[in-house]
Each structure stands twice: as C-alpha cells, then as structure tokens.
C-alpha cells in the first residue's frame, strides 16, 4: 500500500574522511523515498527551486516515486553543507538554507488523497501536523524530528508525536526529549507523550524499538519487550549522510508492503531498516539508494540475521 | 571443565547516580569467576592483603570457587575508586593503590594444573604471560588488558596478545590499540597481531565478535561473519564496575561448559556474556551476581533472544 511522505528534497555538499561531494541530491524525503521504494509505492510532497532539474527528478521517478507532489517554485532549492571529519558519527553543519522551504505550505494532490501510509519526515512540525490533518483516513503515521524541534518547538512538536504510531529518532535525540540519559527511562517518558512505538536509532549499533503500555503493534498480539536490530559492521563508511532517513524508509516500506502489523512484521521492518541504512552510507548522496538490485536487499536481510542470531 | 582465572581480587569504592559503596569485594578475577562459576569449575590465581577477611573469601566459596590460589600476603589488597556520577558509560578513576599485587609472582597450585581453561584478566601482560607459559597443555586461552597496558606496554601485551583463543575489549581499547575509529578495520587489525577472536563489548549496546582467517571456532565449521549480541535495556544501571568481566565470565564459562567449541557454542556464549553483564550492573559490587539463582539465568537468557530474534 502507498505511502505519502512529507519532507525536504535538497541538496546537500558533504565532507567526509572517504571524500567530498558537491551539491548531490539528498533530503530526508529523497533518501526515504528510494529506501521504500524497494518494498511499496511511494509519493512525495516537498517544494523545489529551478536549480532542481528533470535529472534530479529523474532519480526518483526511475524507481518509480510519484513526484507530482513535489512543488516546483522560483528560487534554490533547500542546500545543507556538513563535515563529518572530525566524527562520523555526528555531523558537524557548516551551512544550511532554507531557500524555498522557508515559505512551504504543502499542498497534497487529489491522486495522493488514498495513501495509506503517511511518513512525516524532519521537518517543521507544523508543516507535520498540518499533513496529518489532511490526511485523516491514514491507516499509520510514522515521523522523525531532530534537536532543533525538540529544543525550540516543544510545543508544536508535542501535537505531532501525539498522534504518531511510530517515532524514529537517535539516541541523542531520545535523551534530549526525555531530559534523561537512560534510554529505557527516556523511552517510557517519550511513550507516555503520545507514539505508540519508539524507534530510537544506534548508529553503527543497530536500533531498538519501545512499545507503549497500548498494545502496539495491535492485532491481539502485543510487544511489551523492547525489541534491537543490529546494524552492519562496515570497514568504511563513506557518507552517512541520510542513514537515518534510509533506516526510515525501509522500516516504514516494509511494514505498509505486509498485509497486518504484527510483531513478527515489525520486527523484520527494523531489520530491512537497518539493511537499507547499511546500503546508504556506502556511497555519496543517494548513488547507492537509487540503484539496489532487490536480490543484493534480500542477500543483506539473509546477513543480518546470520550475524545476530543464534543457531 | 575447570578455568583458572588470574587476576586482580580488590575492594572497591564506587559512586554513581544510584549511590555510593565503600571498599565493596571486586576486583576483575572476582566478578569473571562468580559470573563463570554458575557454568562450570572455577580456580583463581591472586594476591589478598590482611583486609581481605575469610567473610570476603567465602563470597567466593558459596558460589564453588575454588580459592586455594588466591595468596595471602601482608599489607593491603589491591584497591580502586571510582566515579561514574559524570558518565555511567566511563569510570572516572579517582584512586588506583596496587599494593600487595605490586610484588606479585603468580604461583599455581598442583591442583590447578588440570585446568583446560585459563582466562587472563586485566593485570600486567608481563604476569599474564608468565601464568599463560606455565598452563603450556590448555585447551582455551582468552583473555583481557586495558588503555594503560596498550599504551605504556605495548611490547608485553603484544606477546600476549599472539597466544590467544579470544581478546575481550571495550570499543576505546580496541580502536586504542589499532590506533584506527573504525570498528571493523581496527578488529581486521588486531586479529591479524595474534588473536584468533575478538570480542568487542560495547556497553548497553551489547557486544562484536570477529573472527580472524584461520578458522575458528574449528571443528570444521567456521565463522567469518562477526557476530552481534544483544545488551538488555535497562533502566537504572547500579553500577557498571566489573560488567566487563561478567560478560567475560558468562562468556567463558559457558564455553568451558560445552563439550565441542563450535560456532553455536560461541554464538549463545555471547549471549550469556550479556546476560551476567546485566546482573551484574543491578547491584553494586558482587551482591547480585554472588547470588543468582540458575533459573534467573536461563530466564533472562530467554529474554535476551526475544528481544533479538526474528519470529
């Protein structure tokens, strides 16, 4: 079934220690997009500038991403520019601008109106709220925020995570919500705010998720038990730039391909997940994303659970 | 089948957010053997002090442990203090006195020659490779070290370090000693200088297992892939002093307890080395681990494979 998502398109120039990349396409919906674009359909509401061609549009529409609800405006597009020399596990912004996405009011074609999936990725969270209330009739909504929310929008963002079935954040992220530095009690409070599932990603540690007390996922079965996908140990790690928002796609691409959410499907979700951040950081921007073999995704599945389970 | 552990057998002082514990039982010998001594026999090789009174020994007796090897010599036992109020993740050292393991010469008893386990706990590689050449007929021999031996006695260590089944260390000691941020370059790295495994523990994160080429664990099967273990979310750790050497303990005294070495074998070792990690933070000192009950462990083994596996 499809999923909307709403989110930046962007370009991003990026420093790491395997290299630099100018101006490559990026944004969290760019990279969530291709990630579940591997497992469902998948359609995008953004905004762009002129400097966003037919080629940039292109790499999405290629794996089959309905982009008619990319906004297409005059101006740059939104540009961020990041090192990650001094730790790849953080990046260090040099630059950001908002460009078109300062005055973004999403607008939702008529053809996007059946989603069933709504993925709200790290953006305002009132551009967030204002998507979700557009679209009532979604069976699941998942969404993502990042410190800048977290810090200087509580309140708006407090709407947001109430009506989520599912946050995806970082550790950091989770700690600084919570105001505590243990992540179990961390994600009590965050359970307790709104989601009904808390997804917090480890990085090069894989991921946990945190069910609330309200029986998710539903269908009679229940996950009381946190529940930890592990992540693939790669000698090099060349941009990590959109991991987390792959992570999301292929976590979120699963789960709307799968007839039910059960336990067992959201577990195989946070391990497709960790699959396609896996699949991200191994090449600049999204050159990696936009051209998986669906066998090389089903290979890496097979990896990652020979090196997590026992025999 | 016995392991004889040497190490440090040492008391204590410990804060951390959940409190403080003054010159409590520790030391890396005495966690390692309480947590290996639910799985198979256990012999120690140390130096006490006159303040380690036969209340202390006998913390170890109760659990079987056999301490005909722990020498008895005047002055005071090894002591260490410590603060975990700024990070729980890193002990801050506020006092290290070696005393009476400053003069320490290793000597084995006649009824410890048998053992066909030796597990060298964190001490001077000098006294652990003394102790290694005079257990010449072991099966298994894995051991520990940490940032002060890797960075002020590289040379000892890395004699060490050749003679090893398995290396148990931390993430920082295992990128310290290949000098390298990577994870898997630096595991590449320091398989190649000796170890036939390196077990790396990443804290609440839980725990990597590399294998270096020449196939091991043997038997004809083989493990190339590395190998991930869970952690346990928790939401209140007590005190982490000695997590590291009850991983090591499960680990160890699950393999020593297994017939064959095969790669399942290791792989539930693994497990079992995070299960005796989480007792052992949930109380400070030994109080927890001196005093499980089997079925606790085999519960809480349960618990680490559900919140891992896959359906």
Not at 108 to 117: H, K, Q, R
Not at 123 to 136: G, N, S
Request: charged share 25%; hydrophobic share 40%; glycine share 8%.
């Amino acid at each position: 079934m499809a999923i909307l998502v709403v989110g930046s398109v962007a370009f991003d120039t990026i420093e790491t220690p395997s290299g630099r990349a100018e101006r490559c396409l990026g944004g969290a919906a760019t990279h969530f997009s291709l990630a579940a674009s591997y497992f469902t359909d998948v359609r995008v509401i953004a905004v762009v500038g002129e400097d966003f061609t037919p080629e940039h549009e292109a790499v999405l529409t290629r794996r089959g991403i309905d982009t008619r609800g990319i906004e297409h405006t005059k101006g740059k597009s939104f540009f961020w520019s990041g090192s990650y020399l001094k730790n790849l596990n953080e990046a260090q912004t040099l630059n950001t601008e908002l460009n078109v996405f300062q005055s973004f009011s999403p607008r939702i074609p008529a053809e996007y109106e059946d989603s069933e999936y709504l993925f709200l990725a790290n953006i305002d969270p009132v551009l967030q709220e204002e998507v979700r209330r557009k679209m009532p009739k979604v069976k699941m909504v998942c969404g993502d925020t990042m410190n800048y929310w977290i810090n200087d929008h509580a309140e708006n963002l407090a709407r947001v995570l109430k009506g989520l079935d599912g946050l995806l954040i970082n550790d950091g992220e989770a700690k600084l919500m919570a105001k505590d530095g243990n992540l179990v009690r961390a994600a009590e409070k965050i359970l307790s705010s709104g989601p009904k599932s808390l997804i917090v990603k480890h990085g090069e540690y894989g991921a946990t998720a945190f069910f609330s007390e309200r029986s998710f996922p539903s269908n009679g079965r229940v996950l009381h038990l946190p529940f930890r996908a592990p992540a693939l140990p790669l000698a090099e790690v060349v941009d990590p730039t959109g991991a987390g928002d792959s992570f999301a796609g292929g976590f979120f691409g699963y789960l709307a391909s799968q007839k039910e959410l059960t336990p067992a499907n959201f577990k195989k979700a946070m391990f497709y997940g960790g699959v396609m951040g896996s699949f991200a950081v191994e090449r600049f921007g999204t050159d990696r994303l936009a051209q998986l073999d669906p066998k090389e995704i089903e290979e890496r599945f097979a990896l990652f659970r020979e090196l997590s389970h026992l025999d």
